[in-house]
């Protein structure tokens, strides 16, 4: 990106919508309640040909103590101090409100460039709005409408500046060339960027949890900065903020995500939107880290979350954290143990690390059980390897007959991986029951050394030579 912007404003000003708007995805949560936004959350913008880096920010509150939304604040002023631009945001149809004056005041301090937006300038009712914003003395305002997208060649002329030259280049045609043909996809031919290899992409990794068992202290003591906002309050993280980080060379696209409670705990709507993107993160991850309070590991709502991992097929990491202050590690190990050996059969042997988030012991045992989940999730097992091993397997134990005679299984081969997905051709795949089935990945499981992580086992009826 050839620079960033930053968009501040108080609360319930349009910032997400704005966020949403510019990136082309609805990956902000955006809803009528102020203050729905608490992390800073970083995304591609783009208008027209403009590209930037865009951050949403928490809205500004005039609070400077030890409070939830003085921690906001201080995100919000970190957010700028990276920023190139500032889009100060207020609402048109509400007016210049004492916030937007006060912030105001203070932008015009500031050594990053300010540009004034007034949101909601759709039809009449912002207008007397965006005349008030004069008084402001940011320049001229900008009338927007994030809802509709009015406004975007006004604030397109705005941010051009910022550009930076060798990184934005504007189309420039020949007199003796039609814009027809300088736009075809020859004209770009040599520009082409070949598709990456899987291999050369950035790991995603998102960290999921119930609430306040350490997810975004975590995440901070991981990057060593205090990227998320953190505190003694339960649900602080609303959004799942995706972080870019570096880990002995290899990238890594960090997710940190909203802490999941029972359904039939969640009342407010917001919560039902955040464990919504929270489910959605995981949907898009490779590995997934859960995250444990080791003074009560693994009780039924982690378990939930666990299987959910599974059945998306995802690569499965258990953190226990806050293991420093544990009533006692011996109790809670064992019953860790038990529970996944009860419950979670189908992914035996997933990795636990135990760890602290606050004071980082432990940690540096995370990310290389990240790495060998991530390795185990792909691996590719050859056809005949798989075949050697499944007449070995079958004939120490045979299927089981049903109706007109044993089954016979014929062959088995790799459909794909991560997760890995196996097919088992048969003579009557319909008939093979799910406890032999089981059996068959267990022993998998065991012999080709692939500890915690999910394998599917499809069976199909294979082709009758004689059916002709």
Known sequence: MSFTVAVIGRPNVGKSTLFNRLTGKQHAIVDDTPGVTRDRREGDGSISDLEFRLIDTAGLENAYDD??????????????????????????????????????NWLRKNPTPTLLVVNKCEGKAGRAGLYESYGLGLGEPIPFSAEHGEGLSELYDALLPYARDEQFKPILFDEDTPPEEALSDDAFADDAVEEEDLSDRPLKLAIIGRPNVGKSTMINKLLGQERLLTGPEAGVTRDAIAVAWEYQGREIRLVDTAGMRRKSRIKEKLEYMSVGDTLRSIRFAEVVVLVLDANAPLDKQDLTIARHVIEEGRALVIAVNKWDIADDRVVAAKRIEDRLQTSLPQVRGVPIVTCSSKTGKGLQKLMPAVFKAHELWNTRISTGALNRWLAATVEANPPPVSGLGRIKIRYMTQARTRPPTFILFSSRADKLPESYMRYLVNEMRADFKLPGIPIRLHGRKGDNPYAK
């Open 67 to 104: 409070s939830l939304e003085a921690r906001m604040r201080e995100q919000t002023e970190m957010a700028m101090a990276e920023a190139d631009v500032t889009l100060f945001l207020i609402d048109g149809r509400a007016g210049v409100l004492p916030l937007d004056e006060h912030f105001a």
